[in-house]
């Protein structure tokens, strides 16, 4: 059974930086793209960012662009997010997801191309 356990979320002042986790288990993972994407109360849900399954050519979005590194650790199963600068506009739940289509060259920015989905970790900025 595939498992995304995301991990690192809180409450932040804007300027600050925190470290996102997602551990995943019941497969191994090197073979596919990872993906994390967030969810504002009462917004649909929005890519953030995403990687290879060999750690090459990520994708960001605009908006989080020269902020936010997204990296990978195929040896321990986990994806990171690392969030600098942090904004009270990054307020909302972060999701780690998993495309289950193998060896995919350019991580996809559709939520939809995603297969697998954690549970979430709530980031709070604060101005």
């Known amino acids: 059974q595939v498992q995304l356990v995301e991990s690192g979320g809180g409450l932040v002042q804007a300027g600050g930086s925190l470290r996102l986790s997602c551990a995943a288990s019941?497969?191994?993972?090197?073979?596919?793209?990872m993906g994390w994407f967030r969810q504002g109360a009462g917004k649909e849900r929005e890519f953030v960012a995403a990687?290879?399954?060999?750690?090459?050519?990520?994708n960001y979005a605009e908006s989080v662009k020269g902020r936010f590194t997204i990296s990978r650790d195929n040896a321990k199963n986990t994806v990171y997010l690392q969030m600098n600068s942090l904004k009270p506009e990054d307020t909302a739940v972060y999701y780690c997801?998993?495309?289950?289509?193998?060896?995919?060259?350019?991580?996809?920015?559709?939520?939809?191309?995603?297969?697998?989905w954690g549970q979430g970790t709530q980031v709070t900025v604060s101005a």
């Open positions: 997801a998993v495309d289950w289509t193998k060896y995919r060259t350019r991580a996809q920015t559709d939520p939809a191309a995603y297969d697998y």
């Open positions: 019941g497969r191994t993972f090197s073979s596919y793209a």
């Open positions: 990687i290879s399954w060999s750690g090459g050519s990520p």
